[in-house]
């Protein structure tokens, strides 16, 4: 997670107020639904800092973080869970013809 501190992302906010940043959605406020947002990452606080128009408008803990050592083997059960998620969200998205 260190590594990726100081790293910035730009999205879109959806008609909801809520962003997606790699497989997670993060709400941020509704009333600036549909604007652009600049997204920078804190590794040592595991947060997210979330600016619209050069001003804060919250910080949100990363999700998704496990915070533990863990064995191979469930490392391995988690990486399966987590690639037949994208998966499934991967074929939500694809239309399909008759």
Known sequence: MLALT???YKRKLNHKGCLQLGNQTYYVQSKIRKKWVNIWVDGQKRELAIFADRRLLKKIPIKGLYNQRMD????VAIMCKEAASTW?????RTPTYP
């Open 6 to 8: 100081g790293k910035t």
């Open 72 to 75: 191979f083997q469930d490392y």
């Open 88 to 92: 499934h969200r991967a074929l939500r």
